[in-house]
C-alpha cells in the first residue's frame, strides 16, 4: 500500500497467515535418591504413558541422566513440570523436572 501524500508505503499480508506454536520439551533428570517406582509412577500419571513405556522412560534416565517424557506447547509443558515437582516434593523426592525449547 502507499498512502499516496507522504511517498511511505506499508506492505500489508493479503494471504491468512497460521503460525504454528513453538514446541518444547519435557525432561526428567536422574538423582541418586527418587525410588525406580516413584519415577514410573510420575511417568505414567502426568505424562499419559503405559507401564512398559514408563518403565522404559525411567530406565533411560536412569541410565544417561536424563531423558524425554514428551513434547507440548508452552503452557502445557509448564503445567506439567509444576505438576512434576509438587508432586515429587509433597513425596520427599529430589526428582527433578524441566523444559526446553524444542
Ligand atoms: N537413579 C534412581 C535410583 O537408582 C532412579 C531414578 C530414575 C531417579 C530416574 C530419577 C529419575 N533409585
Given amino acids: 500500500n502507499d498512502d499516496g501524500r507522504s511517498g511511505t508505503a506499508i506492505i500489508t499480508r493479503t494471504k491468512p497467515k497460521t503460525k504454528r506454536p513453538s514446541l518444547y520439551r519435557v525432561l526428567l533428570l536422574n538423582d541418586d535418591y527418587t525410588p525406580m517406582e516413584f519415577v514410573v509412577h510420575v511417568v505414567e500419571k502426568f505424562f499419559n504413558k503405559s507401564k512398559e513405556d514408563a518403565y522404559q522412560i525411567m530406565m533411560h534416565v536412569h541410565q544417561n541422566g536424563v531423558g524425554e517424557c ?8 509448564e503445567t506439567k ?3 512434576v515437582m509438587d508432586f515429587a516434593r509433597k513425596h520427599q523426592h529430589p526428582l527433578q523436572c524441566v523444559m526446553e525449547k524444542k
Avoid: C, N, S
Avoid at 514428551?70 to 509443558?77: H, K, N, P, Q, S
Fill in 70 to 77: 514428551g513434547i507440548f506447547t508452552y503452557e502445557v509443558a
Fill in 81 to 83: 513440570v509444576t505438576q
